[in-house]
């Protein structure tokens, strides 16, 4: 009997059709192996390390799939959430423990943002030939936040009562970040407060100058992180106790090599490069401990953002990574 490409080659050729199938079933196999993690954020620079762990293959690394999406705010994170419209929102803490004041079984599984004196990437802004100078000056005056009620205006607040000022004489306005500087230009504000990379684009105009930086009236401290549901949390806890490895691995290169990142979150927020690495970078907690919340807790309660004080522990998930 002959064969159309001979015996040899028939049977090779065979083999190797049985071993490329083999292949393609197990990478496919290998695939839908991975936990699928839906994760939410705003465009800031605090949510790259979400985007590192995706792009450099951490998250596949502990058999995860993290399906990245866009929203316009922390809350709209969380609000998506405690919906159910995804597993992670990377979010700021003021909404977590308003959820947690409210029975919102809402908690962190990983850190984020972390506020440090002198390198804080929030800042009070004032028009350049502003008379401002310190919190007594804005004594009745109106402040821009991205809130009416959130923790980068009561951190401003604390700082104007810290530096001679009275915070129960100001105005605070709602300004989308994007029109900071277009609020103290016409005078709709007398101050604003804004986060990079908007502060780098306010002062890029020339017109604009910073003031100070709020949180420096506070101290240390973690202003935003990485939130899920109680119950979702105990239903997949092998798989949170992965996602907070990868995120503190992310997070870790992340901090130390900035410059790395500057594309990729020019990519997901659609500020040029340019600006993005002239900017105050982001510096993420490496572990969730109290001592990083606490302060923000008590600002909230203190400025009554929540209704009473409590312990940080209470909103930081068992599965978060923890310093040894």
């Given at each position: 009997?002959r064969f159309?490409f001979?015996?040899r080659?028939?049977?090779?050729?065979l083999a190797?059709a049985?071993?490329?199938?083999?292949v393609t079933?197990?990478a496919a196999?290998?695939?839908?192996a991975?936990?699928v993690?839906?994760?939410?954020?705003?465009?800031?620079d605090?949510y790259k390390a979400?985007?590192?762990?995706?792009?450099?293959?951490?998250?596949?690394?502990?058999g995860?799939?993290?399906q990245?999406s866009?929203?316009?705010s922390?809350a709209?994170a969380?609000?998506a959430?405690?919906g159910g419209?995804?597993?992670?929102?990377?979010?700021?803490?003021?909404?977590?423990?308003?959820?947690h004041?409210?029975?919102v079984p809402?908690?962190?599984v990983a850190?984020?943002?972390?506020?440090?004196?002198?390198k804080s990437q929030t800042?009070l802004?004032?028009?350049?030939?502003?008379?401002?100078?310190?919190?007594?000056?804005?004594?009745?005056k109106?402040?821009g936040?991205?809130?009416l009620r959130?923790?980068?205006?009561a951190a401003?607040?604390?700082w104007?009562?810290?530096?001679?000022g009275?915070s129960?004489?100001?105005k605070?306005v709602e300004?989308?970040?994007?029109?900071g500087?277009a609020f103290l230009e016409?005078h709709?504000?007398?101050?604003v407060?804004l986060n990079?990379?908007a502060?780098?684009?306010?002062l890029a105009?020339?017109?604009?100058?910073?003031l100070?930086p709020p949180y420096?009236?506070?101290?240390?401290?973690?202003?935003?992180?990485f939130?899920?549901m109680?119950?979702?949390?105990?239903a997949n806890?092998?798989a949170?106790?992965?996602?907070?490895k990868?995120?503190?691995e992310?997070?870790v290169?992340?901090?130390a090599?900035?410059?790395?990142t500057?594309?990729?979150?020019a990519?997901?927020?659609?500020?040029?490069?340019?600006v993005?690495?002239?900017s105050v970078?982001?510096?993420d907690a490496e572990y969730?401990?109290?001592?990083y919340l606490q302060?923000?807790?008590?600002?909230?309660?203190r400025?009554?953002?929540i209704d009473?004080d409590?312990?940080a522990?209470?909103?930081?998930?068992?599965v978060?990574?923890?310093?040894r």
């Amino acid at each position: 009997m002959r064969f159309p490409f001979g015996r040899r080659g028939g049977v090779a050729g065979l083999a190797f059709a049985f071993l490329a199938t083999l292949v393609t079933i197990h990478a496919a196999q290998s695939q839908s192996a991975l936990t699928v993690v839906r994760a939410v954020g705003p465009p800031n620079d605090g949510y790259k390390a979400v985007y590192w762990g995706v792009k450099s293959g951490i998250f596949k690394k502990y058999g995860l799939d993290v399906q990245t999406s866009i929203v316009a705010s922390g809350a709209a994170a969380a609000a998506a959430l405690s919906g159910g419209a995804a597993d992670i929102a990377y979010t700021n803490i003021l909404t977590l423990i308003q959820a947690h004041t409210h029975n919102v079984p809402m908690v962190f599984v990983a850190p984020g943002n972390l506020q440090l004196p002198g390198k804080s990437q929030t800042n009070l802004l004032v028009l350049a030939d502003s008379p401002i100078k310190s919190g007594k000056d804005l004594i009745g005056k109106t402040l821009g936040s991205a809130s009416l009620r959130d923790i980068n205006a009561a951190a401003t607040l604390a700082w104007i009562d810290k530096t001679g000022g009275d915070s129960k004489t100001v105005k605070v306005v709602e300004v989308p970040a994007s029109a900071g500087a277009a609020f103290l230009e016409e005078h709709r504000a007398d101050a604003v407060t804004l986060n990079e990379p908007a502060v780098s684009q306010a002062l890029a105009t020339g017109k604009i100058r910073i003031l100070a930086p709020p949180y420096d009236a506070v101290g240390a401290g973690m202003t935003a992180g990485f939130a899920a549901m109680t119950p979702y949390v105990t239903a997949n806890r092998d798989a949170m106790e992965r996602f907070a490895k990868a995120m503190h691995e992310s997070s870790v290169y992340v901090n130390a090599h900035l410059p790395e990142t500057v594309d990729v979150v020019a990519a997901y927020s659609n500020v040029p490069a340019d600006v993005v690495a002239k900017s105050v970078r982001f510096v993420d907690a490496e572990y969730l401990e109290p001592r990083y919340l606490q302060p923000m807790i008590d600002l909230c309660a203190r400025y009554q953002l929540i209704d009473k004080d409590f312990p940080a522990a209470e909103v930081i998930s068992p599965v978060a990574v923890k310093p040894r």
